[in-house]
């Protein structure tokens, strides 16, 4: 609590006064609440027992001292029960008003201007993040949403790559149905110079059905596109010249 009135105090403010009120309010505040800022009267005259006023994330306290300063009466209003809050700077210093859904209005003279000014800037952000809840919403949970949403992108991004890998894979394994190895294909295609393999049999030692089976081959060679149809002729030419 006395980091948190640091700020306060650099205020014109008076650090005995600051320091009564936060021992009378340190039974009194809530879980999770926090101070937001306190002003103090400041008359003109000697004032032993100044009123005081309390804002935090929760309420409005008005802190008035009775019997002499021995105890302290306390009135407070939640921050949703207030309606609306007012300054005006005089000569003398400055009041704070406030008014609640009760119609009820509270005024609090004799403030320095620098106090009044600071109540009146923390009570209207207490009010606009009544009026707008959205404002309020904590920077983990939109940083969290944040990274939900980046996660749903890379799945997405994810699936489409896997399904185009899957498509790859069979575009290859359809190049390879037809192997040249075994399609049959006659030498003068994988020997240019016109030499045929050593290991070769010469059409005239192949018997009738051997020289029908590489005719086949020869036309399945035409039917894929892997010889033109002029090779073709010249094929079966030749090898019907042995049948």
Not at 12 to 24: F, G, L, V
Not at 174 to 180: G, H
């Amino acid at each position: 609590m006395i980091d948190n009135l640091k700020k306060i105090l650099n205020e014109d403010q008076d650090p005995k006064a600051i320091e009564k009120i936060t021992a009378k309010l340190e039974n009194l505040l809530m879980s999770n609440e926090e101070i937001g800022y306190i002003a103090v009267q400041k008359k003109l005259a000697v004032t032993i027992l100044p009123d005081s006023i309390v804002v935090t994330n929760k309420r409005i306290i008005l802190c008035k001292p009775k019997n002499l300063g021995l105890s302290m009466e306390f009135i407070d209003y939640d921050w949703d029960d207030v309606v609306a809050s007012f300054v005006k700077e005089g000569i003398l210093g400055s009041d704070f008003t406030f008014s609640t859904k009760s119609e009820l209005t509270h005024t609090v003279d004799y403030l320095p201007k620098n106090q009044a000014r600071k109540l009146y800037t923390y009570a209207k952000e207490q009010l606009d993040l009544l009026k707008n809840p959205v404002l309020n919403v904590p920077t983990d949970n939109s940083n969290l949403a944040k990274e939900i949403a980046f996660e749903e992108v890379n799945d997405k991004n994810l699936n489409q790559i896997e399904i185009e890998e899957v498509e790859t894979e069979e575009v290859s394994s359809f190049a390879v149905l037809i192997p040249l190895e075994q399609s049959g294909y006659r030498d003068e295609k994988q020997h240019p110079d016109g030499k045929a393999d050593s290991n070769e049999r010469k059409l005239a030692d192949l018997t009738q059905d051997e020289l029908f089976e590489k005719l086949q081959n020869y036309k399945k060679l035409l039917d894929n596109g892997l010889i033109l149809q002029g090779e073709y002729d010249n094929y079966k030419k030749e090898i019907l010249s042995y049948m």
